[in-house]
């Protein structure tokens, strides 16, 4: 029979246990240590001095995706690489879903680390604001709807939050483009396509927007390049959706007209037709603001870009896409007096869309640039110019 162990044998065994596992412990504790340190560290960013754009072309902006980026020194490195490509401006959505989640309650968070760090690198913000929180939509007891739906009954509390924004960053944004392609039923949150009621719906947003920042430009559109007939379920021609908002009297209620051109599979001079969609496409538009003699106003191309993806019809090659941005930029540079801007969608996604869409990236999730990043960067700071 074994004799009972005394306490001291027992604290003696317990001590030796501790002493044998000693490096188990020490790894645990330098492994804990490290973490530690490492966790607050990826939250915060050294302060480095307000950066300046080097460019030779003003004219080039990109369409970032920053909405989904949850650390900030992605957010970070991503405005840093648009300073370094050569881009003074970039386009950027702001939903109004995350900033007022509840009515009557901002959550300005998500936008003012966007805007300090994209002013803290020397750019241009030009803010989308789009998608409907819930509190602004039907029950979905009684009717489902789209996160772009938007009751007319709700265009006042729309034009209340562009307000607030509009006050809030009026030393930082000064370009506002209310809504994204109305002219798409999907975009209008499935409900008939109407210019008129985009009319009204602006009409309220200018004069709010105004009232809090008489410096504010609102841009007026961003309609989607459609051939859809007037008839359509799906939308409208983004010409006849114009053509009806003059007619209606938009003129008054925007400072500058916002505009997509997607070049798809044909050159930057292919010459522009009703019944074409190509990259000079905007050239028709401008036609219809010089026919209500509004052409004058200032023009931003804030949707622009051919895709490079091998699997997608629409696509081109790698070496095209290099040719024709290229081009384009210097067609537009050159040949449209009142474009401010041509902004090409988009810079970078937080993550792979695993589809077409990631033919349009200019840097990899994991920010190594492609080719269309270090030839666009090449022309913008003319890196290849005889010093």
Same mark, same amino acid.
């Given at each position: ?28 504790? %330098?492994?804990?240590?490290?973490? $530690?340190?490492?966790? /607050? +560290?990826? @939250? *915060?960013?050294? &302060?480095?001095?307000? =950066? ?70 020397? %750019?241009?913000?030009?803010?989308? $604001?789009?998608?409907? /929180? +819930?509190? @602004? *939509?039907?029950? &979905?007891?009684?009717? =489902? ?243």
């Amino acid at each position: 029979m074994r004799a009972p162990e005394s306490a001291a044998y027992r604290a003696g065994r317990a001590a030796r246990w501790l002493w044998d596992r000693r490096g188990v412990w020490l790894r645990g504790a %330098l492994v804990a240590l490290i973490l $530690l340190n490492l966790a /607050p +560290a990826r @939250a *915060r960013l050294l &302060p480095e001095p307000p =950066q300046v754009v080097q460019t030779e072309h003003p004219i080039l902006c990109m369409h970032t995706r920053l909405v989904d980026e949850v650390e900030d020194l992605k957010v970070w490195r991503t405005l840093r690489m648009v300073r370094e490509m050569g881009a003074p401006a970039i386009v950027e959505l702001f939903p109004w879903a995350y900033i007022q989640p509840r009515e009557g309650v901002y959550d300005w968070h998500h936008p003012d680390r966007i805007i300090r760090m994209a002013r803290q690198q020397g %750019l241009t913000v030009i803010a989308r $604001l789009g998608i409907v /929180p +819930a509190w @602004a *939509r039907p029950d &979905p007891r009684l009717q =489902q709807t789209s996160l772009n739906y938007l009751p007319r009954s709700r265009y006042a509390d729309y034009a209340a939050f562009v307000a607030a924004f509009a006050a809030r960053y009026r030393d930082s944004v000064t370009h506002i483009i209310p809504w994204n392609e109305p002219n798409l039923y999907f975009e209008w949150g499935f409900r008939q396509v109407l210019p008129e009621e985009y009319v009204e719906f602006l009409r309220l947003i200018y004069a709010a927007a105004h009232a809090a920042n008489p410096a504010v430009q609102i841009l007026g559109a961003a309609l989607a390049p459609t051939l859809e007939p007037e008839s359509s379920a799906n939308g409208m021609d983004d010409l006849i959706y114009l053509r009806r908002m003059y007619a209606a009297g938009a003129a008054a209620y925007f400072d500058g007209l916002a505009v997509h051109t997607y070049g798809f599979t044909l050159p930057p001079d292919d010459p522009p037709a009703p019944d074409r969609l190509n990259f000079r496409r905007y050239e028709l538009l401008h036609a219809i603001m010089r026919e209500f003699g509004d052409g004058e106003k200032p023009v931003y191309i804030t949707e622009s870009s051919w895709n490079d993806h091998p699997r997608w019809v629409n696509a081109v090659r790698p070496s095209q896409r290099i040719e024709y941005t290229l081009a384009a930029l210097q067609y537009a540079e050159s040949a449209w007096q009142t474009v401010r801007h041509l902004c090409f969608w988009f810079f970078r996604a937080p993550t792979l869309y695993r589809n077409y869409m990631d033919g349009y990236a200019f840097v990899t999730v994991e920010f190594r640039p492609r080719p269309i990043y270090e030839e666009v960067q090449r022309w913008a700071r003319r890196w290849d110019a005889a010093p």
